[in-house]
DNA sequence: CGTTCTATTGACTCGATTCAAACTAAGTGG
DNA sequence: CCACTTAGTTTGAATCGAGTCAATAGAACG
């Protein structure tokens, strides 16, 4: 099984936010699941869709896109759940959609009622998931609503960045980026033109470099400030340690780290 | 008790969004609370708070409003219970604001806990009320992301009614509103200036009045489509006869429903 | 090797912000 | 009950960030 075993994914994002103990982790291991992949822009759901199985994202990028405006509402990482929240409200309301090459485990909702009869601690784990990603969309009206282009730029790759660390990934501040400026600029509600001046400027500033489908961060410090970052409000248990860190030195972009995926 | 029993207001909300057994609504007359009296833009919780109750909105409105930039991000009417997922997360990452003068009900989180384990539909019910909350949040950022400030303001107003007319509150498409409009500008991410212009533009279409603290909406169906608003995201159980319900009237602006609070 | 998608650039336009001032309503205390 | 104070609303003028349009350049793909 070339991308190892889906729980692990699940298994390292709820250690993110919360503590599991060995049954919790002995009950993960009984995940069944079928695995699907999907191209840039698919859509791995669709509006309306009251799908019986939950898509648990083992690599790759996921979005919530309203299909009205093509704005982005929510952006998902390897080990989120994006539709956790159809076990209590089936009908989905947007559509899900992957940026870049994507692989999933669709898991049974049942499974995720059954671990969560078994352990208390994994129930409560799970609905911090949610509560998680709800405290990203406030965080993202924030963004939205009151940062102007530049910052609110620097802000959503300070978040990826973060919560790819939180599970292991970017640990070189290098992250994947298979979107097009036209995701990014769905997601910041800009246009795409004012996107792509708005990553010159990043690149200019000597913040970040953006090239092989992949984000160097380059001045991770500074992009930071830019930002006003504050990572409290992931829900991260080990946060500041990853803020405080070793500053991530000007990076040479070679041998850059790019998502591949079979299809 | 002269606000009435705490437990109906939530119940009223439950039920606009999920089936109440008589076992349910037993349950929640169970409830105990205390009661607290709020003055217009007063913070009934802070940023950091832990509180080790939740608050259930009897009167009047309630919003998350970010320390930071001041962006509201959210809106509650009476039954909503604005802090329901520190029962799982207790930090808080924003103000909780009163818009207007309100009355809340503080409500032990042991007691939430304790008629979840009682009553899985209950349980269920609750979640489902998170669940809509976050799906709000989307919508609010398709709002700000997509739409021009004049449908933006339209669009909340929408939101607003209908989900009022929910709960059995504005009927006759009148709606009390406390807030200033240097509040809808935060709400909607406009400079307060441009807020009171884009009013005037509403009430020059006769879309709307905003006197004596009410908004009357007089032309529903024209703000509807104006907003391009469509209520499937509440998660409401009855909502598409609220839309096709009887027009409202040209209503002639008299007798306001004023929210009046003794405190 | 052409087709298609994505990135880049310049010029023009416009919605919205900002600043400043005037006006109105509401609340307070003498 | 009126003068004073404060909070909220309204107006105009100047400015600016961002959008739109349109054309070109480059990269990826079959």
């Not at 076990?87 to 898991?107: M, R």
């Not at 009206?141 to 292991?168: F, K, M, P, Q, Y």
């Not at 913040?207 to 992931?234: C, E, G, K, M, N």
Request: proline share 6%.
């Amino acid at each position: 099984m070339q991308h190892g075993f889906a729980f692990t994914k699940l298994a390292d994002r709820l250690t993110s936010i919360a503590e599991l103990s060995e049954h919790d982790l002995e009950l993960l291991t009984t995940m069944s699941y079928t695995i699907g992949y999907f191209n840039s822009h698919d859509h791995v759901l669709r509006k309306g869709d009251k799908p019986s199985t939950c898509c648990l994202l083992l690599q790759g990028y996921l979005c919530w896109k309203d299909p009205g405006s093509g704005q982005i509402t929510s952006i998902f990482i390897p080990g989120d759940v994006p539709d956790l929240h159809t076990v209590v409200a089936p009908e989905l309301g947007s559509h899900l959609t992957a940026l870049g090459p994507v692989v999933v485990a669709f898991v049974p909702r049942a499974y995720f009622e059954s671990i969560s009869l078994e352990s208390a601690n994994l129930a409560r784990s799970l609905r911090r998931l949610e509560v998680a990603e709800a405290a990203c969309l406030r965080n993202w009206i924030i963004n939205i609503g009151s940062r102007d282009s530049l910052s609110r730029v620097a802000h959503l790759t300070c978040e990826i960045t973060v919560r790819l660390r939180a599970v292991g990934m970017a640990q070189d501040y290098r992250l994947p980026s298979p979107f097009t400026q036209s995701d990014l600029a769905a997601a910041c509600a800009i246009s795409p033109v004012h996107a792509n001046r708005i990553i010159q400027e990043l690149r200019r500033r000597r913040l970040l470099q953006w090239q092989s489908r992949t984000i160097t961060i380059t001045d991770w410090q500074s992009l930071v400030h830019l930002a006003r970052f504050d990572p409290d409000y992931l829900g991260l248990r080990h946060t500041n340690p990853l803020l405080r860190s070793e500053q991530a030195p000007s990076i040479s972009p070679s041998e850059p780290t790019v998502l591949s995926v079979p299809c």
